[in-house]
């Protein structure tokens, strides 16, 4: 598809979007449970989640996980929508146009269906930056 095919993915029409799909985060979490909105951000403390987040790509989730606050390491689930989603709309046509990043959100639970053990991960400057930028207030549009 070429950027100027790019379609908007919307609740109607998310099907058409094929997995797998990944969240990253640091809790410690198993097989079955379901990640649900309602709970603080991984980001910041301030917001409460309307969403769950997530992305088709592996790289993507890692670096949630990695950004994630928390003591514990962090992870990268396989996770299967419950329902509907649609794109993220803190990424999406922000940078670049369309949804490069393949990431998406659900008001509607995700259930985990596994767990990656490796992935591609970004440089440890870029994190602590985008750590620093975050802390900074970007967190409050993550929501």
Do not use: Q
């Amino acid at each position: 598809m070429h950027d100027d095919e790019w379609v908007p993915v919307t609740n109607e029409n998310c099907n058409r979007v094929d997995g797998p799909f990944y969240h990253g985060t640091r809790a410690d979490l198993s097989v079955g449970d379901l990640l649900t909105a309602g709970f603080t951000s991984n980001y910041d403390d301030r917001v409460v989640m309307n969403h769950v987040y997530f992305a088709t790509v592996p790289k993507g989730a890692g670096l949630a996980a990695e950004m994630a606050r928390g003591a514990g390491r962090p992870r990268v689930y396989v996770v299967a929508p419950t329902a509907a989603f649609e794109d993220d709309p803190n990424v999406t046509n922000k940078k670049f146009r369309g949804n490069p990043t393949r990431s998406y959100r659900s008001a509607s639970p995700l259930r985990i269906v596994g767990e990656l053990t490796s992935w591609e991960p970004y440089d440890e400057e870029f994190i602590s930056a985008l750590k620093s930028r975050v802390e900074g207030g970007m967190g409050e549009i993550i929501n």
